[in-house]
Every structure is written in structure tokens, then in C-alpha cells.
């Protein structure tokens, strides 16, 4: 990246602001009142978070909300996700893939996460829509255990390549071999009810598990999670970009782990061709 002026980072600052507001926001006076309430911190929430990092074309910005509500849902940021769920309808998201987002969250950072966060989605989405109460849900799937075998079995195959057992008993056999009963849920719940919703595309649903395995700095889950993402269309350099916006929302220090873990798997990757 060519280097830039303060004027030309805080230009691009504004151009995401009006994107997170859909054009009804005022970016200068939004900095201006952030530098007045946060001093130094409000100067580079404004100007590096925005300017350095969202303004960055490595990624689409509808892909760094996703990243951004994953996280805050994962670490309970109630208050900045109430924001960033309102800049996610506006930079792309649906208010389904948002919903669905949580359910990843219930999967990698615990139940009781993603229901707290869902209260801060469903009264965000009532005040955008000057309600009390949203229209009920429709329900998940009402499966048997077979069906959910098969479900989890071809997510498998998409999440490994193909190296996944075809037949869903041995794919199943394995997996609690290695992890024990925690096998057997994971493969029923994690891969047959959640990963094989189609309301967010598996691509989508890798980079919201990279992003929290990352905040969460779950080194191990994310050597694998990351040849995930490849195979499900993520190219490298969006991984990478995915560590960047993590400098923001996770720390750097948790960036710099996730940076380790991705270049270990790519190492790996590389080391098979």
C-alpha cells in the first residue's frame, strides 16, 4: 500500500462511515465527537480502525462485518455489536445471516454467547423496525440421528476435500475414536444441524469461524479451520485479511497467534503439493 497522508486515511475513514450509516450519518461530526468524548482513542477509532483497516480492499466490507459480528458476539460485546449489526444490514448482510452467524457462535464460543447476543440482535432489529416484538422464528430442523449423519457426512467431505469418510457410520466411528461422546456431538450437532443450514453459505460460515477461533485464540481448532476456508473458496489472501481486522477487534496479540497458526497451515498445505 502506497503511503498516505493523514487527510487521504481520513477520507477514507468518512467513505466507510457513510457505508456503516447508509449515507444518514455525518462522518466529520461523528469523528469530531469521538475525539471530544475519547481524546487519542476516539482519533484512531476513527481514523485506523476505519481508515486503516476497513478501508483495506483485501477484503469486501460486507465480509468484515461478518468477521466483526462474529467476534463481538463471541467475546459479548453487546454494545458494539448493537452498532456493527446495524452497519452489517448496510454493508450487505441479511438480518438471516446475521441470525445465523449466532448459531456458529453457539458452536464455537458456547450457547450462552449466542443467546446473549441474540437479544442484543432481536432488539436492534425491533427498533430498525419500530416494533416491540419481531415475528416468530421458524424453527430448526426436526431430524433424526441418521439424517443428521448424512448431513454432517457431506459437510465433512466439503471441509476436508474429499478426505473425509463417504459412508456417515465410519466418518462418525472416526471422529469418536479420537474425541470420545464429544465426537459424536460434534459431528451430530456442529456438522449435521449447523454447518449444513444453507442460510449462510459454508465459505461465509468459515470466515466466522476463523474469526472466532481467533478472538477465542484457539490455536489448534484454527490450524484446522483454516484449510477449511480454503476449500470452501476463501483464497489466502482474504485468511490473512481476516488476521488484520483481528488486530482491531481481538488485539494484536491475538492477531499475531492467529497469523502463526494460518502460516503453520499454509506451511503444511504446501509441504503436500
Known amino acids: 500500500m502506497d503511503d498516505r497522508t493523514h487527510d487521504e486515511r481520513h477520507a477514507a475513514a468518512c467513505a466507510v462511515f457513510d457505508g456503516f ?45 461478518l468477521v466483526v459480528v462474529s467476534v463481538l458476539a463471541a467475546i459479548g460485546s453487546t454494545e458494539e455489536l448493537s452498532f456493527h449489526v446495524e452497519a452489517g444490514l448496510n454493508n450487505g448482510l441479511t438480518r438471516t445471516e446475521i441470525e445465523e452467524v449466532l448459531l456458529t457462535v453457539a458452536v464455537y464460543a458456547g450457547y450462552p454467547m449466542a443467546i446473549s447476543a441474540s437479544r442484543v440482535v432481536d432488539a436492534k432489529f425491533c427498533a430498525l423496525d419500530g416494533v416491540e416484538r419481531l415475528p416468530e422464528r421458524e424453527p430448526g430442523a426436526h431430524t433424526g440421528d441418521a439424517e443428521r449423519r448424512v448431513a454432517a457426512a457431506d459437510v465433512r467431505r466439503t471441509l476436508t476435500a474429499g478426505r473425509a469418510a463417504a459412508d456417515p457410520d465410519v466418518d462418525l466411528a472416526a471422529l ?33 469461524v476463523i474469526a472466532i477461533l481467533t478472538v477465542l485464540g484457539l490455536a489448534d481448532e484454527l490450524a484446522f479451520h483454516v484449510p477449511v476456508g480454503l476449500n470452501h473458496g476463501l483464497s489466502r489472501t482474504e485468511v490473512e485479511e481476516v488476521m488484520v481486522q483481528m488486530t482491531i477487534y481481538g488485539g494484536v496479540p491475538r492477531a499475531v497467534e492467529g497469523v502463526r497458526a494460518m502460516r503453520a497451515a499454509f506451511d503444511r498445505i504446501d509441504a503436500r503439493a
Request: aromatic share 8%; no cysteine; proline share 1%.
Open 21 to 65: 450509516t447508509a449515507g444518514a450519518g455525518d462522518a466529520e461530526r461523528a469523528a469530531r465527537a469521538m475525539t471530544r468524548r475519547l481524546g487519542a482513542l476516539g482519533t484512531f477509532a476513527f481514523d485506523v480502525v476505519l481508515g486503516d483497516v476497513w478501508a483495506r480492499p483485501q477484503l469486501g466490507r460486507r465480509d468484515r462485518s
Open 176 to 208: 469418536v475414536e479420537r474425541l470420545g461422546e464429544v465426537g459424536r456431538i460434534a459431528y451430530h450437532w456442529a456438522f449435521g444441524d449447523v454447518w449444513s443450514r444453507t442460510q449462510l453459505s459454508r465459505r461465509d460460515r468459515s470466515v466466522a
